[in-house]
């Protein structure tokens, strides 16, 4: 089976830098979560069952490297977000 680092080409590097800044304090593709005062993920965790939240973490991850190409945004950077972020709630 497929790892989440190999389908989504996550270096070393990336990993380790992703150890030292949480996925919280970026946003990919604008400000306009940022300006919202609190992300609408960390509504998600508070609302969702922790299954529930990875399960959104790994669809979107998911849905992001997909479409990356298509829309002329940085989709594969946004996969890399989702998979910090999962990374940070599985520990």
């Known amino acids: 089976m497929t790892t989440l680092k190999e389908a989504f ?4 590097d990336e990993e ?3 150890k030292y800044v ?3 304090t970026r946003q990919v593709g604008g400000d306009h979560y940022k300006k ?6 960390e509504v998600m965790q508070a609302l969702l069952t922790h ?6 973490l790994k669809g979107s991850a ?3 490297a997909m479409r990356q190409g298509l829309k002329g945004s940085d989709d ?3 996969a890399r977000h989702y998979i910090q972020k999962l ?3 599985q520990g």
């Open 36 to 41: 919202l005062g609190i992300e609408p993920w």
């Open 76 to 78: 594969a950077e946004k």
């Open 51 to 56: 299954e529930e939240f990875v399960g959104f």
């Open 87 to 89: 990374k940070e709630v």
């Open 9 to 12: 080409d996550i270096t070393e």
């Open 16 to 18: 380790e830098a992703w």
């Open 62 to 64: 998911i849905k992001y």
């Open 22 to 24: 949480a996925a919280n």
